[in-house]
Every structure is written in structure tokens, then in C-alpha cells.
């Protein structure tokens, strides 16, 4: 029968049933490899044991701490506390109001510089370009100027005409 580690451990914790405990001790009986395996797991578990015994405090110390640690707890707030929360609500208020403070006499002492927005007036251009490649150009203030004299160059054939707003 092959057991795993898992069960052996759970054997040795005393966490198996009557019957699943039964069964490894009927398999212990007949297989000595796994009675080695369950040595190694003894030995394993006793150096383990005996590595945390150092780091385990004893039943008084526990105790001890304990009741040290309860006897803070209920210690009554005295005015250290208050004046803590004070000198924290101070800080922040300073800080508050410095930095309002700078934002207004940044605003009130900023120069206003208001500068003359330019008209931008749009204009239209066509261009006609001859078949021999001379490119001339005609600016127009109105599409509606720019509209006809397109509607004319074509008419005339007088070359390519290309049209733009700019």
C-alpha cells in the first residue's frame, strides 16, 4: 500500500479516523520502507521542535506580556493627545492659508496684458495655370466673387484653375 507524506503527518498529529488509522497501521506492519519514512518524519518534526523551543516564550512571559499589553490599552488619553491633534490641525490651517495667500497676491499682482486681437479677414485665391505652365493669381474678398471668375476661367478655357480659401 502507498501512503503519502500527507497522511503520515496527519498520523502523527493524531488527525486521522479509526479506520484510515487502522489502515496505515496495517501498512506500517507489512512495509518497512515506509516505517523509514515515518522515522524520518519523527526525526524531521523533533528537529523542528527543538529549533523553536528558543524562539517560544514560556507561560509567564506570555502571561507577563499580556497583561503589560492590556494595562497600555486601558491607559486613559491624557492632554498629549489633544495637543497633538491640535498642533496637526495648526499645520494644516498654516499651510492653507499660505497657499491661498500666494494664489490671491499672485492673482492681484499679475500684470494685465490685454493685447489687440487681429481681424482675420478670409481670401479667397484662384489660380490659373496656362497650358505653356505660367501660374497666375487672383485674390477675391468675397467666395461669391471667387465663385464667378472661377465659373468664367472655365468657360474661357484659359487653363487649369484651382481654388483655395486662405
Not at 523542528?48 to 494595562?71: H, K, S
Not at 493627545?81 to 494664489?103: D, H, K, T
Not at 481670401?123 to 468675397?142: K, L, M, Q, W
Request: charge should be negative; glycine fraction near 8%.
Amino acid at each position: 500500500m502507498k501512503l503519502d507524506n500527507m497522511t503520515l503527518e496527519a498520523y502523527l498529529d493524531g488527525e486521522l479516523s479509526a479506520a484510515e488509522k487502522a489502515r496505515v497501521d496495517q501498512a506500517l506492519a507489512h512495509d518497512s520502507v515506509l516505517r523509514g519514512t515515518l522515522g524520518r518524519l519523527e526525526s524531521q518534526r523533533a528537529l523542528r521542535a527543538a529549533a523553536m523551543a528558543g524562539y517560544l516564550p514560556d507561560a509567564a512571559t506570555t502571561a507577563a506580556a499580556t497583561e503589560a499589553f492590556l494595562d497600555q490599552c486601558h491607559a486613559p488619553v491624557g492632554r498629549i493627545g489633544v495637543q497633538v491633534w491640535l498642533r496637526r490641525f495648526s499645520a494644516v490651517a498654516a499651510m492653507v492659508i499660505i497657499a491661498g495667500g500666494s494664489f490671491i497676491y499672485g492673482r492681484v499682482s499679475a500684470p494685465v496684458a490685454i493685447a489687440p486681437t487681429p481681424i482675420v479677414q478670409e481670401r479667397y485665391v484662384v489660380n490659373i495655370i496656362s497650358p505653356s505652365g505660367d501660374v497666375t493669381e487672383h485674390v477675391f474678398a468675397s467666395k461669391d466673387e471667387a465663385d464667378d471668375f472661377v465659373d468664367s476661367a472655365r468657360k474661357l478655357q484659359l487653363g487649369t484653375v484651382v481654388a483655395g480659401v486662405m
